[in-house]
């Protein structure tokens, strides 16, 4: 066997498939790109869900890739077993209705244990199959020669995920010797068996079943085959490492954490777990920046954040005080950056992410604490018992570690319900399979488009009209020769200038027509050999079926989409420009009447920023820039310095949309020749659609012409209220303005004034309530922060005096109260607030010394007031 490292393995796995005819697919990024069923890519086959289940046919049927991709629902196991992951890669071949079992089996043995590959020794190889899959037993039998006694029947190994395709599948396990007997009892130590000696290191599945609502199974119409290897697993068996965490693909990491922390991993199973945790969850946290996702509290970025929270508390353990984590991304890029090289072209923002949660959290961290106190103060008060329900609340909200909290309830002599707690675990994770389950769900391949493999050519980039002939009608997902009905069907021809929606532009509509009938194109899309699918309604005659028709794309419509596009990329660049080369792509819509775009940034962009790019584009359309459009290989156009788009895939020739060098992208789109057709840019908004992700909407030619005619319409309707000539407007306002605020300044300080001489005289409102002197009046304020301003100005003359007020703000009732700090032992502003919402039908709380809240019931401030006086009286 050869001694190899993590990246070596890697590359020679796809390089023994390529030499095998295996079509190379790049890994995706784990931010799943047109799939909302998953919230991460968890598997090596997720990416190609669209070639199973026939959306797309390949170029080629043989498939390999070695795929990125994060589970976390088993997050609580990682840092304490060998090989739990959050993130993993996993290197997998697929065959498309192309080879079946046999290749299969072959193909494995042969990489792993051929001299020119892995090596491995085929003695210590075993490997199982299902009792029923005799077709499986029988090539490692008689093509691979394996004895039958290294072969075990298990009735698990079936892979079936519910409805959709299923089959059974084969795994092969690496016997790592006798020395591993001791780890786990021995009447599990056989492959299949949970053990640490028989390791399985690649899982063969055979989809050849399609599982149908009524739960039967019916043979597929094309067999397939997706295997997958775990690459952290079979580097550990290569390298003869103990856990995953010994070899190369960790060990700089954990590296770093030694120097950082003064520890030493090895040396004690609760450090080494500290260890395990940071350097997997820093991997995880680092690629899933990389590819589009920042830290939130909701979806993925709730999963990032609980990450790196969990990373941070298992440093302690370590004895690391302040932010390190960000430091652990450069090498994590030193390791992984050779095949994956956006993790060291980001890592400085990755970097700035990290660290700013980081940061966060370790403020956060003193903050759970003092919740924590206050669930102890409760329990010590009662049971001496945490509830298991306030405990998940603290983990999952707070991010406080749970056996943090048990942690502090031992040395408070309290005791923490596990039970309950474990409970919201398990339906939490119930959940999460559920979403999973409905995610990692595929469809059966639908014949009728993948039948189809007749070419159609796209024309539509130089023109808007084509002669061409029907090569198919489509309705009710069958072919059929000719049309006439109401319904929406599905039409491909052999040449169209119609554009399929695609890159974030929209599709053309228009008509096709000729002698005997005429349809609408409503939208155009792709089938999955590639000819552009027109959505069409018949409104005159009929449409048949190898006649020759008339296509025209709506041209104003298209011209609009044209200039929207480039200005798009246009403002792209110019993003990049002002804050940043993070700023790529995260979606966009590219429309007539507007273009939208989605970038990845951490913070709104202030007037001034897009000011900044706004002037950018219009000056690079003033300018008159020539748009130049060609096709060449890919690594051509790397070199030219193109700008490939997140989540988008290009094959080997790609169409390079170059704007004066000024930008240079990898596009499909339809485009102006020349910038100066834009006419002009505006932008209409920006705003942020989730965590890290921020939109700018903007418009150009006539439709920025109708917004600046708006604006001036504004202008001239305010010049016409403040009596102004348009050109002495802002003037007008400023000086209305100053003269306003003068004005308010002069009603505040009479305002106040009369507050105070009503507040000087308290005396109907206070009372002595057991040696107490208390505070308790119904007073005028138009909202919240005005009845804080009267709470303070009292407070100030009455220091000693427990307050309460109340006020009718508006439809509602707002209520304030504050306790003096040497009473808040035995009264609490908090209690005594949330007494008085509740009789005036609301909600309130707060410190001890201080709560505010409110109500809807206004007929009930009186009734509120006189709690503060019946609530003392029994605590104090």
């Not at 960790?250 to 500290?274: C, H, M, N, W």
């Not at 930008?663 to 057709?677: F, P």
Request: hydrophobic share 40%; net charge negative; glycine share 8%.
């Amino acid at each position: 066997m050869k001694k190899l490292t993590g990246n070596e393995v890697r590359q020679m796995f796809l390089d023994y498939f390529k030499a095998h005819d295996h079509m190379v697919e790049p890994s995706a990024p784990l931010v799943p790109i047109d799939d909302d069923s998953l919230l991460w890519i968890n598997s090596g086959v997720a990416t190609l869900k669209k070639y199973f289940d026939g959306r797309v046919v390949p170029k080629n049927p043989r498939i390999v890739n070695a795929q990125k991709a994060i589970r976390t629902n088993d997050i609580e196991n990682v840092g304490f077993t060998a090989r739990h992951h959050t993130f993993f890669e996993m290197l997998g071949n697929f065959s498309i209705g192309d080879y079946f079992k046999e290749e299969a089996i072959v193909r494995a043995w042969e990489f792993l244990t051929h001299a020119d590959w892995i090596g491995f020794d085929p003695d210590l190889l075993y490997v199982t199959v299902h009792p029923e899959d005799t077709d499986a037993l029988n090539i490692w039998k008689n093509v691979i020669g394996l004895d039958e006694s290294r072969i075990i029947r298990i009735e698990g190994n079936f892979w079936d995920i519910g409805e959709g395709p299923c089959g059974p599948n084969s795994e092969i396990f690496y016997d790592r010797g006798a020395h591993y007997d001791t780890v786990t009892p021995l009447a599990e130590m056989y492959p299949g068996g949970e053990n640490e000696r028989y390791l399985e290191i690649w899982n063969l599945v055979f989809s050849e079943f399609n599982h149908n609502k009524d739960g039967s199974y019916t043979p597929l119409p094309k067999q397939n085959i997706d295997t997958g290897m775990g690459l952290e697993r079979i580097v550990s068996v290569i390298q003869d490492a103990q856990t995953n965490f010994d070899t190369d693909l960790f060990v700089p990491i954990i590296k770093e954490v030694e120097r950082v922390s003064g520890q030493k991993y090895g040396q004690s199973d609760e450090l080494d777990t500290a260890f395990k945790v940071i350097s997997d969850h820093i991997r995880t946290v680092t690629f899933a920046v990389a590819d589009g996702a920042l830290p939130s509290n909701e979806g993925r970025g709730y999963v990032l954040r609980r990450l790196l929270r969990r990373a941070v508390r298992f440093s302690k353990d370590l004895k690391i005080e302040k932010a390190f984590m960000y430091n652990l991304v450069d090498v994590v890029g030193d390791v992984m950056g050779g095949f994956y090289p956006n993790v060291k072209e980001k890592a400085s923002f990755i970097k700035d992410v990290v660290k700013g949660e980081e940061d966060r959290f370790l403020a956060t961290l003193d903050d759970g604490i003092k919740i924590y106190q206050n669930l102890r103060d409760h329990a010590l008060s009662g049971d001496k018992v945490i509830a298991g329900k306030d405990a998940f609340k603290l983990y999952d909200t707070y991010g406080f570690p749970f056996e943090l909290t048990v942690e502090y309830a031992a040395l408070d002599g309290l005791t923490v319900d596990k039970a309950a707690f474990n409970e919201e675990m398990t339906a939490q994770k119930q959940r999460a399979r559920q979403a999973r389950k409905a995610g990692d769900s595929m469809q059966v391949q639908s014949e009728t488009f993948r039948g189809i493999t007749e070419p159609s050519i796209f024309t539509g980039y130089d023109n808007k009209t084509a002669e061409s002939s029907l090569l198919y009608i489509v309705s009710n997902d069958k072919i059929v020769t000719d049309y006439r009905g109401e319904e929406s069907v599905e039409v491909i021809f052999a040449e169209t200038p119609f554009y399929a929606e695609s890159g974030g532009q929209i599709a053309d509509t228009g008509t096709i027509s000729n002698a005997h009938g005429k349809a609408e194109v409503d939208y155009v899309y792709k089938a999955p050999n590639g000819q552009n699918v027109h959505v069409i309604r018949v409104v005159e005659g009929t449409l048949t079926a190898k006649e020759t028709y008339k296509l025209e794309v709506n041209s104003e419509k298209r011209n609009f989409v044209m200039k929207n596009h480039t200005a798009t990329h246009l403002m792209h660049q110019a993003l990049k420009d002002v804050i940043g080369e993070h700023a790529n792509q995260a979606g966009s819509l590219v429309q007539a009447e507007r273009l939208r775009f989605d970038f990845s940034h951490l913070e709104s962009l202030s007037e001034e920023q897009l000011e900044t790019i706004e002037n950018i584009v219009n000056e690079k359309i003033y300018a008159s820039l020539n748009v130049s459009i060609e096709e060449m290989p890919i690594a051509q156009a790397k070199e030219k310095g193109a700008m490939a788009l997140f989540g988008e895939k290009y094959g080997d020739v790609v169409r390079v949309v170059d704007i004066d060098q000024y930008s240079v992208e990898l596009c499909g789109g339809i485009h102006v020749r020349n910038t100066a057709d834009i006419g002009v840019f505006k932008i209409v908004s920006e705003s942020g659609i989730g965590a890290g992700i921020r939109r700018i909407e903007a418009v150009t030619s006539k439709y920025a012409i109708g917004i600046y005619k708006e604006h001036e319409t504004t202008v001239e309707n305010i010049a016409a209220t403040v009596k102004s000539k348009v050109s002495n407007v802002e003037h007008k306002v400023a000086q209305l303005l100053a003269e306003k605020k003068e004005l308010q300044d002069v009603y505040d300080k009479l305002k106040a004034e009369l507050q105070q001489s009503k507040l000087n005289d308290l005396s109907d409102a206070t009372a002595q309530v057991n040696g107490v002197t208390v505070i308790r009046k119904e007073v005028e304020a138009k909202d919240a922060k005005d009845l804080r301003d009267q709470m303070d100005l009292i407070k100030s003359q009455n220091q000693d005096a427990i307050v309460a007020l109340a006020a009718v703000t508006g439809d509602k009732v707002s209520l304030v109260v504050t306790v003096p700090k040497e009473l808040t032992g035995k009264v609490r502003a908090g209690d005594i607030m949330k007494g008085m919402a509740n009789i005036a039908g609301g909600k309130g709380g707060g410190r001890p010394d201080m709560a505010q809240g409110g109500g809807t019931n206004i007929e009930s401030i009186t009734a509120a007031l006189q709690f503060v006086d019946e609530y003392i009286k029994d605590f104090l």
